[in-house]
């Protein structure tokens, strides 16, 4: 083997070693893990939160860690209104009435997609990413995406209380310092 084919061969094992490497650190962040010491204040803060009703168990999950994150900040239970939608695709459309209600200081939408054997699951995941961003770039108040994307069941327990910690409690925090912003 000549030299430069080696020193192919070493470039692209460095290149697959080091993307594995960040796909593990990303696949190990605790969700729920921040410094609380940079979270504003939450007193003073009205929240709209839309959950979906697909993959009950998770989203149900995820609106628990959610609102008890905005509280242990300081938000008070009667300032956190809860909405919910069929499916994570109507998120849009809830989020988007929340955000022409003047009150709020920040919307939270809150879903999970599961994988399933067709393209569908690609189609919701686009359209819900997209209809969020514009939201996001168009409306006055932010809006938080808290939308699990994920192969199966399992990896979306691990992301809803489980191992992985919960993403609406990331949501919640988020939520709180945009609101801030
Ligand atoms: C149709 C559908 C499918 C297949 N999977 C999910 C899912 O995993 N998670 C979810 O929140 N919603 C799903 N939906 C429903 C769509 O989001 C939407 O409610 C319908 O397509 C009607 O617009």
Redesign the pocket.
């Given at each position: 083997m000549g030299n430069s084919c080696f020193s192919f061969l070493i470039l692209v094992y460095s290149i697959s070693i080091s993307h594995t490497n960040s796909i593990i650190i990303m696949a190990t962040k605790n969700l729920s893990e921040y410094d609380i010491n940079k979270v504003p204040d939450a007193s003073n803060m009205i929240f709209g939160i839309v959950v979906?009703e697909?993959?009950p168990q998770i989203t149900g999950a995820l609106l628990e860690g959610c609102v008890s994150t905005l509280e242990k900040h300081g938000a008070l239970p009667e300032n956190i209104h809860v909405k919910t939608v069929?499916?994570?695709?109507?998120l849009i459309y809830g989020a988007h009435q929340m955000t022409l209600n003047d009150g709020y200081d920040a919307v939270i939408i809150l879903?999970?997609?599961?994988r399933?054997e067709t393209p569908?699951?690609d189609y919701?995941c686009q359209g819900v990413t997209a209809g969020i961003a514009r939201l996001n770039a168009t409306s006055n108040i932010p809006v938080v995406y808290g939308l699990l994307t994920t192969n199966d069941m399992q990896q979306a327990l691990d992301r809803a209380g489980g191992r992985l910690g919960n993403k609406g409690d990331e949501c919640a925090v988020v939520a709180i310092k945009m609101a801030k912003f």
């Open positions: 979906a697909w993959n069929p499916g994570s695709f109507e879903g999970s997609v599961i399933g569908h699951f919701i």
